[in-house]
């Protein structure tokens, strides 16, 4: 009896022991979007006070891990896979307010751009390396993950909770554990799935997503931490069969080592979480994918509580999640290096980013961090932030990558009707301390043929400026431009529009997404056109041409998230212009009335453009433009040379690829409203309206004298355009109904791929 009571009481003794000395290890698969499902699995345990006291994680698992082991709640978690900012991550969108406008070079329809470099004396394409740009992912990962590896001084033990995450040496192929070193980096490694996100190195070894070798690192716990018990939560789908036209499930197949995903039941439990529908960037699931995870956990509770008999209390794991997020530094910098480049590059680099300051904080850091790779010859720029003690600072360090010095674009606008376009364009970067981008492009078309070629010089300075020359050469022929698809069969105007334009430029940064410009343009303009509507194809038109010289100042602020039909984004455009030269007209065979004729013009105009978009709910995005436009020009000697010389206006692209007369005049106010009805992330439905009036009415006489209305506000015009569009990823797709009140015929159905865009015109 004694020798049982002695027992009794020593396992009485040792009892608390066993149960203090259990340590739980937690283990998260890869998988994309589906591991949102482990914030769910760790809310579910949290709230259930089950402890944990390691963490290894492989992509999506290892972004999840390495929050949690930083001292992020579920909580926090949800909120930042939630936040508008890490949609933008995930896509690799710039926000537009980071946007560096000064830096941007003119957009044009390319919708594939293909580097070249010279190796062994030929020239070799450099095929891209991933869908995502990474640029927005690199710095949050440095700003997510820099504090927690000041405050554990680089050693994953010391984290909040000891933490390793696994990524793949692709050159031999094995796994690469990381228990020390640069916690963002280490992390941003573990999730570099291939053809997605762009690989980095580290230590010289370049590395890949850890799913490639293991998705799933439970050995990885039992060697590094050993723990009495673990909780596996699994979301990969490697059992689902891809079917022959799922091409993302088909790439995750081939890329992640299919394996036991599973803990055995002597070493603990495992939970699978019901995500196999969700696709690999399915992150705006958030709420279904981590309910997944909680309801899963939740289930598996009661067993969980069986096998881990000691608690953790939420209020003290509150209180020491705070205490460990408190010790953690201000993310302020100092010194900075530079990797990747020449010395030059190195200068440039590190003068764009600090200036005149001896120190810079972390927004500051991030508005030169974005401008940099505004940039046309940056590649990429990967930063890391090491805590230097000493200064209390952090010193910054970037790994640039420049970009090719060669780039051709190939794009172009494809449609229904006859205006399609074919685009090449060319740009050459020589990149030093004084960056040098080289151009030259041509636009292919009946409609709109285009030749450019010119320079742009960026000087690096506390006040950067750039200096820009360019040679363009436009011919747009409206009458071999028909429009018309479906509706009607009237033949347009003969109207064609030659121009050759040598501009130089000078500009200055206002703001982030703002510039200042101002230049001297030489302009040669010369149009053919009729005078009527009887002619027949040996006749010769009129030509009117007007050669001048033009001074300008401009101030410009875009930042949209689409080149061609945006839905988000604001615009504000103040242009002012001087213009002096001569107008000559030659009459064609079918002009009765006049003689060759010259007349001398000087005049003012003034223009000023405004869009901006709104967004007023999930299902409904709200667009608002203006227009107004003033000219002190002098009437040309006939209505349609008149016509021909006014300013046009075109809200729409079908409204930019017809000659229509009752849209242009010499001074005019115009604006509408735009509603956008989202479909999915790459579509929308889209509905817009505008309203055009004129100050005055043009009118002519009987000899084809052009004159203006005694009357203010006689005539008007109303545009409407509705349809669908869907942004694929190499151009936008749409399929749009126009409407114009005093057209014949009023309607213009517009099927059509790719960006119609122009080069820069005289006037």
């Known amino acids: 009896m004694r020798r049982i009571i002695i027992c009794f009481l020593v396992y009485l003794f040792l009892l608390p022991l066993t149960v203090f000395a259990q340590k739980v290890g937690l283990v998260l698969s890869g998988g994309g979007a589906k591991g949102l499902a482990h914030i769910g699995v760790i809310k579910a345990l949290e709230e259930n006070n089950i402890p944990i006291d390691y963490i290894t994680g492989t992509s999506m698992g290892a972004i999840i891990g390495g929050l949690y082991a930083s001292g992020y709640s579920p909580d926090e978690m949800e909120i930042l896979f939630k936040s508008e900012e890490f949609k933008l991550w995930s896509t690799g969108v710039i926000p537009p307010k980071y946007v560096y406008y000064f830096k941007q070079l003119d957009e044009n329809p390319s919708f594939i751009d293909l580097d070249f470099a010279r190796k062994e004396d030929k020239l070799k394409l450099s095929l891209p390396t991933n869908i995502i740009p990474s640029g927005q992912l690199d710095f949050a990962f440095m700003e997510l993950f820099s504090p927690a590896t000041a405050v554990s001084k680089n050693d994953f033990d ?37 053809f997605y996100i762009k690989p980095i190195e580290i230590d010289s070894v370049l590395l890949f997503d850890g799913g490639l070798v293991n998705n799933f690192p439970s050995d990885i716990m039992q060697m ?13 789908n490697l059992n689902k069969k891809p079917k022959k036209d799922d091409l993302k499930l088909q790439i995750e197949n081939m890329m992640v080592r299919k394996s036991n995903a599973s803990i055995p039941d002597s070493l603990g439990i495992t939970i699978k979480s019901p995500v196999e529908h969700i696709a690999l960037l399915d992150f705006e699931r958030f709420d279904e994918i981590e309910q997944a995870g909680y309801k899963s956990a939740m289930a598996q509770i009661g067993e969980i509580k069986s096998r881990i008999a000691r608690r953790s209390d939420l209020q003290d794991l509150t209180r020491r999640r705070e205490e460990y997020r408190s010790k953690s530094p201000t993310m302020k910098f100092n010194n900075i290096q530079v990797s990747g480049v020449d010395r030059s590059q190195r200068y440039y680099i590190i003068k764009s980013i600090r200036h005149q300051s001896k120190t810079f904080d972390l927004e500051e850091l991030r508005n030169e961090y974005f401008k940099i790779l505004a940039d046309d010859k940056i590649n990429s720029l990967l930063p890391a932030a090491t805590y230097n003690a000493a200064t209390g600072l952090f010193d910054l360090e970037l790994k640039a990558e420049p970009k090719k010095p060669l780039a051709v674009g190939l794009g172009g606008y494809f449609s229904l009707s006859d205006v399609n376009q074919g685009y090449i364009g060319f740009d050459y970067r020589l990149f030093n301390n004084l960056p040098i981008t080289i151009q030259s492009n041509i636009h292919i078309g009946k409609f709109y043929s285009s030749f450019l070629a010119g320079s742009r010089f960026n000087f690096t300075s506390k006040n950067p400026f750039a200096l820009e020359l360019y040679f363009i050469k436009n011919r747009t022929d409206y009458f071999s431009g028909s429009t018309r698809l479906l509706f009607g069969d009237k033949l347009p105007h003969y109207v064609i529009r030659n121009e050759d334009n040598i501009q130089f430029d000078l500009s200055f940064p206002a703001k982030t997404i703002s510039k200042w410009e101002a230049g001297i343009n030489y302009i040669n303009q010369w149009d053919d056109y009729y005078q009527t509507s009887v002619y027949s194809k040996d006749d010769t038109p009129d030509r009117t041409q007007f050669s001048a010289g033009e001074l300008h100042l401009r101030f410009e602020l875009k930042a949209f998230n689409k080149k061609q039909y945006p839905t988000e984004g604001r615009m504000f455009r103040f242009e002012t212009k001087y213009l002096f030269g001569a107008e000559n007209e030659l009459p064609g065979s079918t002009n009765n009335y006049n003689l060759p004729f010259k007349k001398y013009h000087q005049y003012i105009q003034m223009k000023l453009s405004y869009e901006k978009y709104f967004k007023t709910g999930k299902w409904l995005i709200l667009g608002l433009l203006s227009d107004s436009y003033f000219s002190t020009k002098k009437l040309f000697h006939n209505y349609t040379s008149t016509l021909i010389a006014a300013q046009e206006f075109s809200p729409t692209v079908n409204s930019s690829i017809s000659y229509l007369p009752f849209l242009r005049a010499d001074y005019f106010v115009a604006g509408g409203i735009k509603a956008i009805l989202p479909i999915s992330p790459s579509a929308h439905l889209r509905f817009e309206g505008y309203y055009f009036q004129p100050f005055k009415e043009l009118l002519y006489k009987a000899d084809n004298t052009p004159y203006y209305s005694d009357k203010l506000f006689t005539s008007n015009q109303f545009i409407g355009s509705g349809g669908v569009v869907v942004h694929t990823p190499f151009g936008p797709a749409s399929l749009l109904l126009n409407y114009y009140s005093n057209s014949s015929p009023r309607f213009y159905l517009q099927a059509s791929f790719g960006y119609l865009l122009f080069n820069r015109r005289g006037e």
Do not use: H, W
């Not at 590094?224 to 990969?236: A, E, K, L, T």
């Open 158 to 194: 010391q984290l909040f909770i000891p933490f390793r995450c696994v990524a793949t040496d692709i050159y031999r192929n094995e796994p690469v554990v990381f228990k020390k070193g640069d916690l963002g980096l280490a992390v941003r490694a573990s999730m570099t799935f291939p």
């Open 224 to 236: 590094d931490f050993n723990p009495q018990i673990m909780i596996g939560s699994v979301v990969s």
